[in-house]
């Protein structure tokens, strides 16, 4: 992203950001919001980020994502958050996870939970989005709280691999102990219900087992 190309420009979202669009995407109007400046991407996720992260989901209904490190699908080590907009490809505008999340019963004080994989999960308030400031603020707080049920902090120098997701109502950490299994690459989409294989045969072997198993094994048991 230093440079980037030009072709991939969207917007400027801050003086500390730019919105790009990604060039390898599998999904439509898929988005990047990048630091201008270099940080590794597996620091911690701070108020800017945040902020620049919402002034974008005020306007994009979608998945927000972050792959913290090679460990958790992250391919590029300069700091990028990405967004994928809603629906995927269906007239079911809500990620198919979220029934099984049961999102629904978030509170705003954060859970760990294990389905069947362990993460800490809390609800957001989508009102935030009409200030991006505050909203960066509000989001570093919710994901403060979600790194120290994993014994996890801000100060930290460089984090353990993780994936956080969220929409504007819901926020979901999940650690990371491989980031591939039987050669099936995962980052955080696959823990919203979109995996890649590449090969038919890779293909037959994920409906055998099941994605949850998959899930189960590159993330805590």
């Given at each position: 992203f230093l440079p980037y190309e030009p072709d991939m420009y969207v917007a400027?979202?801050?003086?500390?950001?730019?919105?790009?669009?990604?060039?390898?995407?599998?999904?439509?109007?898929?988005?990047?919001?990048?630091?201008?400046?270099?940080?590794?991407?597996?620091?911690?996720?701070?108020?800017?980020?945040?902020?620049?992260?919402?002034?974008?989901?005020?306007?994009?209904?979608?998945?927000?994502?972050?792959?913290?490190?090679?460990?958790?699908?992250?391919?590029?080590?300069?700091?990028?958050?990405?967004?994928?907009?809603?629906?995927?490809?269906?007239?079911?505008?809500?990620?198919?996870?979220?029934?099984?999340?049961?999102?629904?019963?978030?509170?705003?004080?954060?859970q760990?939970?294990?389905?069947p994989y362990v993460h800490g999960a809390v609800r957001l308030d989508s009102a935030w989005a009409e200030d991006a400031a505050s909203a960066g603020q509000e989001l570093l707080a919710k994901y403060v709280a979600l790194l120290h049920l994993f014994d996890m902090s801000v100060d930290d120098a460089l984090l353990p691999p993780y994936n956080l997701l969220a929409t504007r109502s819901w926020m979901v950490l999940v650690p990371r102990r491989h980031e591939v299994f039987e050669g099936i690459a995962v980052n955080a989409l696959g823990f919203a219900g979109s995996m890649l294989v590449r090969s038919d045969t890779q293909l037959a072997y994920l409906r055998e087992i099941g994605p949850l198993v998959v899930l189960r094994k590159v993330g805590m048991a």
């Amino acid at each position: 992203f230093l440079p980037y190309e030009p072709d991939m420009y969207v917007a400027d979202i801050s003086p500390t950001h730019v919105c790009l669009l990604n060039k390898f995407n599998v999904i439509d109007h898929h988005l990047l919001v990048v630091t201008r400046a270099f940080e590794e991407q597996d620091t911690a996720i701070n108020a800017a980020d945040f902020a620049a992260l919402w002034a974008c989901m005020a306007e994009v209904d979608g998945l927000a994502f972050y792959n913290a490190g090679k460990l958790a699908g992250a391919s590029q080590r300069h700091k990028h958050l990405q967004i994928a907009p809603l629906p995927w490809g269906t007239a079911n505008k809500r990620l198919p996870v979220e029934a099984a999340l049961a999102v629904d019963t978030l509170g705003e004080e954060p859970q760990m939970r294990t389905w069947p994989y362990v993460h800490g999960a809390v609800r957001l308030d989508s009102a935030w989005a009409e200030d991006a400031a505050s909203a960066g603020q509000e989001l570093l707080a919710k994901y403060v709280a979600l790194l120290h049920l994993f014994d996890m902090s801000v100060d930290d120098a460089l984090l353990p691999p993780y994936n956080l997701l969220a929409t504007r109502s819901w926020m979901v950490l999940v650690p990371r102990r491989h980031e591939v299994f039987e050669g099936i690459a995962v980052n955080a989409l696959g823990f919203a219900g979109s995996m890649l294989v590449r090969s038919d045969t890779q293909l037959a072997y994920l409906r055998e087992i099941g994605p949850l198993v998959v899930l189960r094994k590159v993330g805590m048991a």
